[in-house]
Every structure is written in structure tokens, then in C-alpha cells.
């Protein structure tokens, strides 16, 4: 079992950056890929970043590449979201995730979720 807690997440402008945090616990020994996942308001949990155990594959949600960036320190078994550039419609609850594959976290699957973290953006 792999435990994930995230934090960060805030009320921000438009056009403001944040950085979301995830630190996982647990069976940490395995080589687990990491990721992000949002839901807004209304709307089905969708696919935002994902990271290699090695860091090597970054795929991203087309609505997100060249404003956000997923990074992990493996040391702190830590997984970061920076988001820059935000717009109102980033509005969610963003999730970490775990799983075995980048890629198939991009699909929109995974085997661990965190309980999620509240991103506001106001205009």
C-alpha cells in the first residue's frame, strides 16, 4: 500500500503560479510512477501530469503543457506540480496518483489516489 498526502493548493489570481506538493509513505520501495489528476465542479476526474519513477517520461494533458511542469525528488519521495500561468479554468481538486506506468496513468488510470488538494483561481 502506498499512502499519498497532498498540499499547496490555495485560492490564486489569473495568471498567478502555485506549486502543489505530494509526499508518499508506504511502500515507497517500489518504482511507482506519479501523477496528478483533477476534478472540477460538475466534471469526471481528468488526467493532468505524469512522471517516471526515473523522471525520463513527463506526458501531459494537452490543456496544461507549457504552463505546468511535474518534477519528483525520489529521495523525499515527494512529487511536485508547478503551475504557472493559471486560468480560472483550472479551477479543482487536483489528486495525486501512483501506479506502475506514466503511460498508463495517462489513460486515466492508476492504482493509489490521494485525498486531493483545493486550486481556486479567481479572475
Known sequence: QVQLVESGGE?????????????????????????????????????????????????????????????????????YLHMNSLKPEDTAIYYCAAGLSSTTMASGRSDYWGQGTQVTVSS
Open 11 to 79: 485560492l490564486v489570481q489569473a495568471g498567478g503560479s502555485l506549486r502543489l506538493s505530494c509526499a508518499a509513505s508506504g511502500r515507497t520501495s517500489t518504482r511507482y510512477a506519479m501523477g496528478w489528476f483533477r476534478q472540477a465542479p460538475g466534471k469526471e476526474r481528468e488526467f493532468v501530469a505524469a512522471i517516471s519513477w526515473g523522471g525520463t517520461d513527463t506526458p501531459y494533458a494537452d490543456s496544461v503543457k507549457g504552463r505546468f511542469t511535474i518534477s519528483r525528488d525520489n529521495a523525499k519521495n515527494t512529487v
